[in-house]
């Protein structure tokens, strides 16, 4: 192999690893919300392991195909931004076991916890067949986009969570 052709494939491979994640499958389990995502190598820290705030990036993800499994396409605000309607209020994560770069998926599977009238508890793990690597507590509350005051949740939005409730 020439050395165009072995910088080609460094290339490639690069490109490969580095770019934005995305989402392999979603699918549904009873009561949980299943998403696959890929570790990138730019998720790895100087340790070797995926970095820890890239844990919140990875539950993001999952959280936002949750929701646009509810919602759709979100509306646009007055700024063009998505008005979305949710605000998260308070994460807390356990990490279970360093996750190492590879080239399969984790799952992040979501199910919810408790549903109130103005704010939920989304649960999840990452994980893969090797276990457990963080378990985490979301809580979130429903708002009025344009006004950024707290509001109740729909009943077509609590009807939605309940779908995922443990």
Not at 143 to 164: Q, S
Request: net charge positive; with cysteine; aromatic share 8%.
């Amino acid at each position: 192999m020439d050395t165009h052709a072995i910088k080609s494939l460094m290339t490639e491979a690069v490109t490969q690893l580095t770019a934005p994640a995305r989402p392999i499958e979603v699918r549904h389990t009873p009561r949980r919300h299943v998403y696959h995502r890929q570790v990138r190598f730019s998720d790895i820290d100087a340790h070797g392991h995926v970095n820890n705030v890239r844990f919140l990036e990875y539950l993001e993800d999952a959280r936002i195909a949750l929701f646009l499994d509810y919602a759709g396409t979100p509306p646009e605000d007055r700024s063009g931004l998505p008005a979305v309607g949710v605000a998260i209020v308070r994460h807390e994560v356990d990490y279970r076991r360093p996750l190492r770069f590879r080239h399969g998926s984790v799952r992040i599977e979501s199910w919810v916890t408790k549903v109130n009238r103005v704010s939920c508890e989304l649960a999840a793990e990452i994980c893969s067949d090797e276990g457990v690597f963080a378990e985490a507590r979301s809580t979130i509350m429903a708002f009025d986009p344009h006004t950024a005051k707290p509001r109740r949740f729909t009943i077509p939005e609590r009807t939605f969570l309940k779908r995922y409730l443990h």
